[in-house]
T-cell receptor
Framework: NAGVTQTPKFHILKIGQSMTLQCTQDMNHNYMYWYRQDPGMGLKLIYYSVGAGITDKGEVPNGYNVSRSTTEDFPLRLELAAPSQTSVYFC????????????????FGDGTRLSIL | GENVEQHPSTLSVQEGDSAVIKCTYSDSASNYFPWYKQELGKGPQLIIDIRSNVGEKKDQRIAVTLNKTAKHFSLHITETQPEDSAVYFCAAPKGEYGNKLVFGTGTILRVKS
């Protein structure tokens, strides 16, 4: 069982370039999330999705875009990369339904370490 | 909205000793409190969680306690081992359905052998 898979693991990007971070999960989870992790700052929510075709902003969405065309995939797009977007990015998924209760664990991938120079 | 504070930011203990990490939250309606462990180069992994209808939950050497009146919850690790060295995060739910999490800033635990 692969769980949540993120690619690439590492990447160096030049200022002003664009790129897409990939995330896929094989647990048939309806919720998916993108976080960034900066030293000493914990995890900050960028965007999340409650299912295919439905996305919403988190705490720090500026400079990012997402789409959710399938249950499995939730790519994160960086447009016009800036040095402030240097971070470690984590994707997570969870199974949340009214029947199961909304308070369920999130399952994380191993992250993409992105440097913007 | 929910705000979570976590202390201490770093904790060093001798192998075999206990470690305690404490978190406070602001939203009295919050009812789910997970703890995650993050090893170097890996994503956070859930190690234990507690819901508001219980005050304590144990899983082998790990326990979590919840004080809803004071709005704080704590992670207790007994008989620490070198493999417990990692970063630990607490979290609390946010949003209309609690379908988002707010994370604490993390505690670096070092277990010295």
């Amino acid at each position: 069982n692969a769980g949540v898979t993120q690619t690439p693991k590492f990447h160096i990007l030049k200022i002003g370039q664009s790129m897409t971070l990939q995330c896929t999960q094989d647990m048939n989870h309806n919720y998916m999330y993108w976080y960034r992790q900066d030293p000493g700052m914990g995890l900050k929510l960028i965007y999340y999705s409650v299912g295919a075709g439905i996305t919403d902003k988190g705490e720090v969405p500026n400079g990012y875009n997402v789409s959710r065309s399938t249950t499995e995939d939730f790519p994160l797009r960086l447009e016009l990369a800036a040095p402030s977007q240097t971070s470690v990015y984590f994707c997570a998924s969870s199974s949340l339904t009214p029947l199961q209760g909304y308070n369920q664990p999130q399952h994380f991938g191993d992250g993409t370490r992105l440097s913007i120079l | 909205g929910e705000n979570v504070e976590q202390h201490p930011s770093t904790l060093s203990v001798q192998e075999g000793d206990s470690a305690v990490i404490k978190c406070t939250y602001s939203d009295s309606a919050s009812n789910y409190f997970p703890w995650y462990k993050q090893e170097l180069g890996k994503g956070p992994q859930l190690i234990i969680d507690i819901r508001s209808n219980v005050g304590e939950k144990k899983d082998q050497r790990i326990a979590v306690t919840l004080n809803k009146t004071a709005k704080h919850f704590s992670l207790h690790i007994t008989e620490t081992q070198p493999e417990d060295s990692a970063v630990y995060f607490c979290a609390a739910p946010k949003g209309e359905y609690g379908n988002k999490l707010v994370f604490g800033t993390g505690t670096i635990l070092r277990v010295k052998s």
